[in-house]
Every structure is written in structure tokens, then in C-alpha cells.
């Protein structure tokens, strides 16, 4: 292994485009988007709307902008949102919700699944002159830090009656809601219909190079995208990646179960090694929790035998599957892996 490039499942977001993606994007009919349109980003902005069956889709340059353009939508400053207390909003956007939106998190912590409804009917209080208003419930599905888990349409919808009981909106973190529909067996839009705005994510498990979209009311989307102007989000010819994104959409979204099962593989081949205990994905994030908080050594020998993962704490790490590692592949890093956990746990 020595001289090849190490198989890399740091995460979904390395994937390269293929051949056949650079040819669509070299070819893309494009305009300027900020001055008066791109021909391409609005035919995926309208592909994405009608997928996720929202009024309408905005094109971003990336995950999180699309996250805090919704949130300053939804929220006033002086107000909180609600999100669990694993949230990538609120846990790896650099607290871009006070840094931009003026807004807190109140993080909540759930006893098991992460969006069982009867652990947020404490935290989303009736209005009171001495609780922060709540202005926003945040769902995210699938969940990454919980390892990539799924949650139930029953699940999102009873989250959603909960915030409307409050008259709260919802705003759905979808970066990977395209691998949830895919292990729900349920088209997209059944969960989008479960949130006011979505964010759904290109350059994940569908192998584009860049860009997200965000989905919701027409209403909202105007204001979306003064939010996205704001933040310095505008694209000229944004139709050489909005082509690579509609790519991806269409050749890459069926093939997503194929990562799933080799997630799968590679967690049974990997449980108990070394004492380390697997999480069983429900989609394409295996996150391994070691009986030592020896994660960096792991991470060093597994890189040294020819498979890249990453640290997530010092007791988990953690690979994820995706288009440039078929099942093959996989397979070989499963087994560098396994042997990576046994010599360093052992030891
Ligand atoms: C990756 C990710 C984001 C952010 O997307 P970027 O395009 O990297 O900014 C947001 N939420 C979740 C759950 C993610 O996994």
C-alpha cells in the first residue's frame, strides 16, 4: 500500500467529480446570477423545489450559509433557537447564530432518540417574561454527529405538531436528507414536508464539488435571498456548479444505498476489535467508540496501513462511505481498519 493514495473516508465530502460531471459542468449553459439570472442554477433551484415539493429553492455556495440565511429569516435577535445538543448548528458553525443572527441555542438533551417529542416539550416554554422567546425549532435528519441516524417520519412529524402548538417555525438541517429518504424508502419530500425551510446539501453523498440549496415558501425564499446577498453569498456564473449539483441529483441520488450497505459491512467487520464497539449505521457514517481514549493513535496507524479516518473525540472516530469508495474498496479499509484497532487498543 505504500506508494498508492490511502483510501480516504474521512467523510462524504471528498469525493471528486467524475468525468462525467466535469463534461456537464463544461458545458453548462450559464449567465449572471447576482445581475439578472443563470439559466442553469435556476433549472436546478427549480428541480430541488419540486423534488423536496417547496414553492421554491435558492442555490448556495455551502451547507451552512443556506442554515444561517434560513435562521436569520426565522428569527429576531434577543430570541433563541432550539436544536439538539448535537446539532451541526450548533456545534460546528463557529456560533454563527449569535455571531450573525443575535440569536442563543438552547441545546437540548435528549434520553434516547434524538428527536423524541417529549424531551423538547420542557425546553420550548410558554411565553413568560423571564424565558427567552423561542423563535425557531431546528431538526437535522440524517443526523451526523449521532452517526449519520435517521429519524422517522412519525418522529418529524410529531416535532413538527410540537412546534406549531407553539406557533414556532421549523427549520430542517437536510444536508444528508437525501440518505434518510434513501433508508426510510420514502420520497424527499414527505420529510421536507415536515419543516417550513430545508437545507439539502450537494457536495455530500452526491459527490458534487460544491453547493447546497435551501427550500421553502416563495415568500421566504425572497427573503432568503437578501439574507444570502447579506452575507456575501451572491455567484455570477454559479451555473458551472449548479450543473455539477443537478449532475449529481440526477446520477448520484439512486446509488446511495450502495454506500448504506457498505457501511454496514464495514461496522460488522470492525465491531470488537480490540474491544471497540460499533454504533450500527442507518446510513453511510460509522462512528466506532473505543474502550480508551486512544482516537489519534487509531486514526495515525489505520493512515499508515492505507485508510484515512478521523478523530471524532478522543474515544470515537469515525468513517464514512461514499461514491469514491465502492464496496471493494471499502472492504479493504475495513480490514486495515479492524487490524489498525486491534494493534493500538492491545498494545
Ligand atoms: C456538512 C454539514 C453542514 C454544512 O454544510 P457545508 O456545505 O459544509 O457548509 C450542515 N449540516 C450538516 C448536518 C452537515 O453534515
Not at 162 to 174: K, N, Y
Not at 233 to 244: D, K, V
Request: glycine share 8%; proline share 5%; net charge negative.
Amino acid at each position: 500500500m505504500a506508494h498508492t493514495a490511502p483510501i480516504d473516508l474521512r467523510s462524504d465530502t471528498v469525493t471528486r467529480p467524475t468525468a462525467a460531471m466535469r463534461q456537464a459542468m463544461a458545458s453548462a449553459d450559464v449567465g449572471d446570477d447576482v445581475l439578472d439570472g443563470d439559466p442553469t442554477t435556476r433549472q436546478l433551484e427549480a428541480l430541488v423545489a419540486d423534488r423536496l415539493g417547496k414553492e421554491r429553492a435558492l442555490f448556495f455556495p455551502s451547507g451552512t450559509m443556506a442554515n444561517q440565511a434560513a435562521i436569520w429569516v426565522h428569527t429576531r435577535p434577543g430570541t433563541e433557537l432550539l436544536c439538539d445538543a448535537d446539532a451541526h448548528i450548533y456545534r460546528w458553525e463557529i456560533a454563527a447564530v449569535a455571531g450573525l443572527c443575535g440569536v442563543q441555542c438552547h441545546p437540548v438533551h435528549g434520553q434516547g432518540a434524538l428527536f423524541n417529542v417529549h424531551d423538547w416539550r420542557g425546553p420550548l416554554r410558554a411565553p413568560s417574561i423571564h424565558a427567552p422567546e423561542p423563535s425557531l425549532v431546528c431538526l437535522e435528519n440524517t443526523h451526523n454527529g449521532a452517526g449519520g441516524a435517521v429519524t422517522s417520519l412519525l418522529d418529524m412529524q410529531a416535532m413538527q405538531q410540537l412546534a406549531a402548538e407553539h406557533g414556532v417555525p421549523v427549520h430542517l438541517d437536510g444536508a444528508r436528507l437525501w440518505n434518510a429518504a434513501t433508508a426510510l424508502q420514502l420520497p424527499i419530500s414527505a420529510l421536507a414536508a415536515c419543516a417550513d425551510s430545508v437545507m439539502v446539501s450537494f457536495s455530500k453523498g452526491l459527490g458534487a464539488p460544491v453547493g447546497a440549496c435551501l427550500a421553502g415558501s416563495a415568500e421566504f425564499i425572497t427573503k432568503a435571498h437578501r439574507a444570502r446577498k447579506r452575507f456575501g453569498g451572491g455567484m455570477r456564473q454559479s451555473g458551472i456548479l449548479a450543473a455539477g449539483a443537478r449532475f449529481a441529483l440526477q446520477h448520484h441520488y439512486d446509488r446511495l444505498a450502495e454506500d448504506h450497505a457498505s457501511a454496514t459491512y464495514l461496522a460488522q467487520v470492525v465491531d470488537g476489535a480490540g474491544g471497540a464497539r460499533v454504533v450500527m449505521p442507518d446510513t453511510n457514517i460509522v462512528m466506532v467508540d473505543l474502550p480508551m481514549q486512544r482516537a489519534a493513535q487509531v486514526v495515525a496507524r489505520a493512515l499508515t496501513l492505507g485508510v484515512r479516518i478521523s478523530e471524532w473525540h478522543p474515544g470515537r472516530v469515525r468513517a464514512v462511505t461514499h461514491l469514491d469508495a465502492p464496496a471493494g474498496v471499502v472492504a479493504t479499509a475495513a480490514t486495515f481498519l479492524r487490524q489498525a484497532l486491534e494493534e493500538v487498543l492491545v498494545a
